[in-house]
């Protein structure tokens, strides 16, 4: 063995690293236990476990093992040092990312990832909503890692130093160490590509399959991806015009006017009348299982009285998870891109179809009103390159001196921002008007002024409560609106950006992504409901044809007030890389790099699985196919 002992700072840093990673899955599976065992060979997320370990522990052993053999014995008190600092900082990773994965289980139902990156950015909000909703995770966390930084740094020069050895001896040696270690990375010998993220998916439960990963390997990977924006091929190839004329069967249009913007269309009104203005009310994290008169919980007293007044959409379905994928949807009515939102990507920050594009064009007053700070997630930079010409937000609110009800660590509470949008409505006169107001207080921690509700829940500062703060903070807003001249002539639409913990036990919880809509107009009849299927998507297409104005538009999305009844309804869902696309009761599952499946779903949570239906699952890769190559290429404009 003395052959191998330069190599014992690799090998014990193995051995730290798989005791970290098996020990952190170990309490995972302990703590959702119930759920896994579930699962059929629910022990795999072992097996797979040590796979994904062993891969992600390869890839950092490649630099020290190149070293420790190519080095001479001159450079080994700097290559020790090097050393040690190296294998703490990579397990220091491990370890933290693992003690923060059961917080981000919690709220996401699965491994950190992607959006894990992404609120790295907006250290405020974040830091905040850690605070005051994961406190004593945080100071755990803390005693954790200062006492296994106190013990890496005491025994690591013992633990990960190199000792000399002879130069041909480890020279000979390393073709044998570096063919285990490009085993390891690539888990395979026998493929052309090497074991990826999607070689974890053994069950039809997304967060089961997600414990057979490790939490530093969920979010290198996400960052890696970071690099492929907008690229979508590793969910399949298509095409581009193959994928556009499949797309198109699902609308309800039949004249196209442009080769060059493919879903471009004349977009007429419904029928002769005024223009209306019209203002999207984008809420927060409000899912139907929420929602009284969509038979959820006894939450929404004034969206239910409200319902009364318009028309209700019962069996619609959010896009994805975040406030961004909902703003795309309701804005833009872009398919969306498993990538990521178009609101956070670069090709969209200019230049990119907006219903601000076509009302900004008929010489309508375009706002977005929030009463957060609008550079979150992108907001500030999007709207601003995309037609909203006026943006009010937290800054605003602080700067005009007046008293409001409640400010939080997500800013201005709703019914400041009911306030807000109100007094600016009014302050146009005659003036025609396009606006998004966007909520914020049902966002953990849940904050929001006392005195105003009775609380669902004895604590406080739940999700319940601070639905049933959101509702009445609608029904505020509706009270002063209904006051003002621009009430009578104003088509208002109430609708979430997605639900609150999206989770379930499928690879795609479609319960979870069950939305309310309630659109209150002059050319609406009252106590009304759309009953079909619909996507998000469809809502803008709609909002657009009831507004009165013509316009063209390259929104795939379909009107869903004149849509044939005999229609199959369709909605499409992303649930972090999942691709789900539904026709009626039929859903295709895409997977990166993995065959797509098909199952027959009842009541949006039993999944069966069916045979294949091989068009269905191209019409679902086309969709994905177009939203790519238009974002690629810029083809989402009005000209």
């Not at 130093?161 to 001896?169: A, D």
């Not at 890696?224 to 015009?241: N, T």
């Not at 409200?306 to 406030?323: H, I, M, Q, V």
């Not at 990521?340 to 076509?358: H, I, P, R, Y």
Request: charged letters at 20%; proline letters at 4%.
């Amino acid at each position: 063995m003395n052959a191998l002992k330069h190599l014992k700072p690799l090998f014990n840093f193995y051995c730290i690293g798989l005791i970290i990673t098996t020990l952190s899955r170990i309490v995972l599976f302990l703590i959702f236990r119930e759920r896994v065992v579930e699962v059929d060979e629910y022990w795999r997320i072992f097996t797979i476990g040590f796979r994904f370990d062993i891969i992600m522990l390869s890839y950092l052993a490649v630099l020290p093992a190149f070293l420790i053999t190519f080095l001479p014995d001159t450079f080994l008190k700097k290559l020790n040092g090097f050393l040690n600092i190296y294998f703490i900082l990579f397990l220091f990773l491990f370890f933290f990312m693992e003690l923060s994965t059961l917080n981000f289980i919690n709220e996401y139902d699965t491994r950190p990832n992607r959006l894990f990156l992404d609120y790295l950015i907006y250290p405020k909000e974040v830091l905040g909503t850690l605070v005051k909703s994961y406190l004593p995770s945080m100071i755990i966390t803390f005693i954790l890692v200062v006492v296994a930084l106190y013990f890496a740094f005491k025994f690591g020069k013992k633990v990960f130093c190199t000792v000399s050895s002879n130069y041909k001896t480890k020279l000979l040696i390393f073709p044998l160490v570096a063919f285990f270690i490009f085993w390891g990375a690539r888990s395979s010998l026998t493929t052309i590509r090497p074991v990826n993220a999607s070689n974890a998916i053994f069950s039809s439960d997304q967060m089961t399959n997600s414990l057979g990963l490790n939490s530093l390997y969920t979010v290198a990977f996400a960052a890696y991806s970071l690099q492929r924006e907008g690229k979508v091929d590793k969910y399949g190839k298509m095409d581009e015009f193959e994928a556009y004329n499949r797309v198109k069967k699902y609308m309800d249009v039949t004249d196209f006017i442009d080769d060059e913007i493919p879903f471009l269309h004349l977009q007429q009104p419904d029928s002769t009348s005024p223009k209306y203005n019209v203002v999207v009310f984008l809420q927060e994290s409000l899912g139907a299982e929420y929602v009284g008169c969509l038979g959820g919980l006894p939450l929404t007293p004034e969206l239910d009285k409200l319902s009364k007044e318009g028309l209700l959409f019962t069996n619609l379905y959010s896009s994805g998870t975040r406030s961004v994928r909902g703003i795309e949807s309701v804005i833009t009515g872009f398919l969306p891109n498993p990538s990521e939102s178009v609101v956070k990507l670069s090709n969209a920050q200019q230049g990119f179809f907006t219903l601000a594009d076509a009302f900004g064009k008929q010489n309508y007053d375009i706002s977005f009103i929030y009463g957060g700070l609008s550079n979150f997630d992108n907001m500030a930079s999007f709207f601003n390159g995309n037609g909203f010409n006026n943006i009010i937000d937290e800054t605003d609110f602080d700067a005009d001196g007046k008293k409001y009800a409640f400010k939080g660590v997500w800013g201005y509470s709703d019914e400041d921002l009911a306030v807000k949008a109100n007094e600016y409505f009014s302050s146009l006169g005659d003036k025609p008007f396009f606006s998004l107001m966007f909520s914020t207080s049902n966002h953990e921690p849940f904050e929001f002024p006392d005195g105003r509700i009775k609380l669902h829940d004895n604590k406080k500062n739940t999700v319940n409560n601070a639905i049933k703060y959101a509702d009445f903070s609608i029904g505020k807003f509706f009270e002063l609106a209904k006051k003002e001249k621009y009430f009578n002539n104003t088509i208002f639409i109430v609708i979430a950006d997605h639900n609150t913990r999206t989770y379930g036990k499928s690879l795609v919880p479609i319960h979870k992504f069950h939305i309310p809509a309630l659109i209150i107009a002059p050319n609406i009849q009252k106590g009304t409901t759309y009953d079909n299927l619909a996507s998000q998507i469809d809502i803008p297409t709609t909002l657009l044809a009831l507004s009165g104005i013509t316009t063209n538009s390259p929104m795939p999305g379909r009107n869903l007030l004149t849509l044939p009844k005999n229609t199959k309804g369709r909605t499409i869902m992303l649930f972090h890389e999942t691709y789900a696309f539904k026709v009626e009761d039929d859903v295709i599952i895409m997977n990166p790099n993995a065959e797509p499946l098909q199952f027959k779903v009842e009541k949006d949570s039993i999944f069966t699985p069916v045979k294949l239906n091989t068009e269905l699952a191209k019409d679902a890769l086309a969709h994905i196919v177009a939203s790519s190559t238009m974002y690629q290429k810029r083809k989402y404009k009005l000209k």
